[in-house]
Nanobody, 124 residues
Framework: QVQLVESGGGLVQAGGSLRLSCATS????????MGWFRQAPGKDREFVAA????????NYADSVKGRFTVSADNAKKTVYLEMNSLKPEDTAVYYC?????????????????WGQGTQVTVSS
């Protein structure tokens, strides 16, 4: 099994920044692909970003390109989501997810493991 624990959420004003962390444990390995998703009230869970532990391949949703950066610290087994120039529409619960290899998938059903989520609220 793979365990994922997100942290770093909070309340921030529009234009501000936050860095989310996803601490991994269990049977996580370099073959896993890591993803970030978010879900706003009344909306479907949507893709934000994904990366590979090795090779540094990344993929971003168009809505966050140029503002968000995903990265990984292999030694700490932790994945990060640096969020800059935050907008009120970025308000959501943010989830970390993992899948067993494959592509940098953008659909939630392609990810087998999920964290509990962390709330991000951006005020206008």
């Amino acid at each position: 099994q793979v365990q994922l624990v997100e942290s770093g959420g909070g309340l921030v004003q529009a234009g501000g920044s936050l860095r989310l962390s996803c601490a991994t444990s269990g049977l996580i390995s370099s073959r896993h692909v890591m993803g970030w998703f978010r879900q706003a009230p009344g909306k479907d869970r949507e893709f934000v970003a994904a990366l590979t532990w090795t090779g540094g391949l990344t993929n971003y949703a168009d809505s966050v390109k140029g503002r968000f950066t995903v990265s990984a610290d292999n030694a700490k087994k932790t994945v990060y989501l640096e969020m800059n120039s935050l907008k009120p529409e970025d308000t959501a619960v943010y989830y970390c997810a993992a899948r067993n290899g494959g592509l940098l998938a953008t659909t939630p059903r392609n990810y087998a493991f999920w964290g509990q989520g962390t709330q991000v609220t951006v005020s206008s």
